[in-house]
């Protein structure tokens, strides 16, 4: 009998797992395709890791070691203005690569902090060790100039277009076109935050366009 609940015990855990890996790859695919021996390598230095609610990633000031594709829950990025008021740049719910990349190939400590909102489940590796991967396996470089460099830059232009003329309305219509579904899971001041305007302007905002 305690074979059999230990094999039981086993084999859900390989089966979440499993199912879990595989979100991973089906992340990649939009991107770049991977030979097995690339995925083979790859899963190798990738450790999954469970967060509770409020749970830190990273924090603002931390040296920034890890990339990490999220399969469950939802983290934000956000950053402390020079008033103090919480800004935040970014949400990483599941099917989203979670990073610091800026900071990251900078060799220069996190300038945000990224925390769980939710419960949440990921898939980590190593910086140091991917780029190693780079050097052998040329298809997972084409991931990386694909998606994180081209991440950055589209990051880069919105940061441009919201700081020049983008108004607090476009802004909450793009928001709700980048995260589609996202806005029930949110709070109204972590919504706000994101816009970079007053709990009571995105009431207002809200009103206007339902």
Request: charged share 30%; no cysteine; glycine share 4%.
């Amino acid at each position: 009998m305690i074979t059999i609940r230990v094999e039981k015990k086993y084999s859900y855990l390989f089966l979440i797992n499993l199912i879990s890996m595989e979100q991973v790859w089906d992340n990649i695919r939009y991107h770049a395709r991977l030979s097995e021996a690339s995925k083979l390598a790859w899963e190798k230095i990738m450790t999954r890791k469970e967060y509770k609610k409020d749970e830190y990633f990273i924090r603002e000031g931390e040296m920034p070691l890890t990339i990490a594709f999220v399969t469950q829950g939802l983290f934000a990025q956000y950053r402390t203005s020079k008033h103090g008021e919480l800004i935040i740049e970014r949400f990483f719910p599941e099917k989203y690569m979670m990073h610091t990349a800026g900071d990251l190939i900078a060799s220069r400590p996190s300038s945000t902090t990224i925390r769980a909102l939710e419960p949440s489940v990921i898939w980590e590796f190593g910086f140091k060790d991917w780029y190693e991967l780079m050097r052998q396996h040329i298809d997972i470089m084409k991931f990386y100039e694909n998606f994180l460099m081209g991440d950055m830059l589209n990051r880069d232009r919105q940061y441009r277009i919201n700081a020049e003329d983008e108004t607090a309305r476009l802004a909450y219509i793009k928001f709700k076109k980048d995260y589609p579904s996202l806005e029930p899971r949110l709070s109204t001041d972590e919504v706000a935050a994101y816009l970079g305007i007053l709990p009571k302007h995105l009431e207002v905002l809200r009103n206007e366009l339902n």
